[in-house]
């Protein structure tokens, strides 16, 4: 099945930047879609940003539009997502996944099939 690992998590400042990235391996890499989603403690997990794999689209959560960039190299099978102006409303447990299809709705963690083991980003002064 398809494996997928996070990393560059840790602790930030208020108003710092992070790149998390997503590394992939035992599967076809010719996907539908891959996402970001964050856990906070005590909440459900919630989208953050997807992108289709080939051609590149994009969508965001209005939460994080305009501060987070999620991006992918084929090539290196390998998903990123940029994170600026961080607060600490932005603390939870971030998870990249896999999605087959490139259709609507992109926001729901139902709708992936891959989950990677999260890694944890703190905003705090």
């Known amino acids: 099945q398809v494996q997928t690992v996070e990393s560059g998590g840790g602790l930030v400042q208020p108003g710092g930047s992070k790149r998390l990235t997503c590394t992939f391996s035992?599967?076809?890499?010719?996907?539908?879609?891959m996402g970001w989603f964050r856990q906070a403690l005590g909440k459900e997990r919630e989208f953050v940003a997807a992108?289709?794999?080939?051609?590149?689209?994009?969508y965001y959560a209005d939460s994080v539009q305009g501060r987070f960039t999620i991006s992918r190299d084929r090539a290196k099978n390998t998903l990123y997502l940029e994170m600026s102006s961080l607060q600490p409303e932005d603390t939870a447990v971030y998870y990249c996944a896999v999605k087959p299809g490139v259709l609507r709705p992109f926001d729901r963690p139902s709708q992936y099939n891959y989950w990677g083991q999260g890694t944890q980003v703190t905003v705090s002064s």
């Open positions: 992108i289709t794999w080939n051609a590149g689209q994009t």
């Open positions: 035992g599967g076809t890499f010719t996907y539908g879609t």
